[in-house]
Antibody
C-alpha cells in the first residue's frame, strides 16, 4: 500500500518561501506515476499546483508557475515543493498525491508575520 | 483552463436514498475524469477514475458515467458514512482542474 507523508514548516512569513517535502513509502517514486501537489484554502475547494515525473519533467499551474518549483529526490524516495513570495492567500492545507489515487494526509501552512 | 462545474452545490438526502451529482466540463475531456470524497478534516479519497472505473476497495454503490463534457456520480443506498463533500477533477488537459464540490448532507 503506497503511503505519502507531507512535512515542513507550518508557519511562513509573508514574502518568504514555503518549502514542503512528501515522503513516499510502500512504492518507488521511480515507478510510472506522476507525483502532484494540491492545496485547499480553509473551507474552500481544491487547487492543483503541479506535478513531477521521476525523470524530473514537471507541469505547473500557470496561475502559480512563476513562483513554484517541484523537484524529486530519487535517493530518498521523496519529492518537494517550493513556493516563493508567499502571501496570506497561500495559506492552505497542502496535499501531495500520486496521480489521482493516493493522497497524503495534508499539512496546514499558514502565511503570517 | 477547463472549467469544471458541479451541480448541485449542496444536496440533502436521507439514509437509503440514491443520489446523482453532475459534473460538466467547459471543453471535451474524453473520459479523463476522477471523483473524490472528502470528509471534514480528512484528505480527499479517490473513488472513480477514467469516468467510470472504480478504485480498488471502493464499494460498488458508487458508480460513474459520462464522456466528453457531461459526467455523473451516482451513490445508491446512502449510509451515514457517505455524507461528505464530493469533487470531480479533469486530467485530460493542463492545468488539472477541480469542480467546486457538492456537499451531501443528511436530511
Amino acid at each position: 500500500q503506497v503511503q505519502l507523508q507531507e512535512s515542513g514548516p507550518g508557519l511562513v512569513k509573508p514574502s518568504g518561501t514555503l518549502s514542503l517535502t512528501c515522503a513516499v513509502s510502500g512504492g518507488s517514486i521511480s515507478s510510472n506515476n506522476w507525483w502532484s501537489w494540491i492545496r485547499q484554502p480553509p473551507g474552500k475547494g481544491l487547487e492543483w499546483i503541479g506535478e513531477i515525473y521521476h525523470s524530473g519533467r514537471t507541469n505547473y499551474n500557470p496561475s502559480l508557475k512563476s513562483r513554484v518549483t517541484i523537484s524529486v529526490d530519487k535517493s530518498k524516495n521523496q519529492f518537494s515543493l517550493k513556493l516563493s513570495s508567499v502571501t496570506a492567500a497561500d495559506t492552505a492545507l497542502y496535499y501531495c498525491a500520486r496521480n489521482t489515487d493516493y493522497w497524503g494526509q495534508g499539512t496546514l501552512v499558514t502565511v503570517s508575520s | 483552463d477547463i472549467q469544471m462545474t458541479q451541480s448541485p452545490s449542496s444536496l440533502s438526502a436521507s439514509v437509503g436514498d440514491r443520489v446523482t451529482i453532475t459534473c460538466r466540463a467547459s471543453q471535451g475531456i474524453s473520459n479523463y475524469l476522477a471523483w473524490f470524497q472528502q470528509k471534514p478534516g480528512k484528505a480527499p479519497k479517490s473513488l472513480i477514475y477514467a469516468a467510470s472505473s472504480l478504485q480498488s476497495g471502493v464499494p460498488s454503490k458508487f458508480s460513474g458515467s459520462g464522456s466528453g463534457t457531461d459526467f455523473t456520480l451516482t451513490i445508491s443506498s446512502l449510509q451515514p458514512e457517505d455524507f461528505a463533500t464530493y469533487y470531480c477533477q479533469q486530467y485530460g488537459s493542463y492545468p488539472r482542474t477541480f469542480g467546486q464540490g457538492t456537499k451531501l448532507e443528511i436530511k
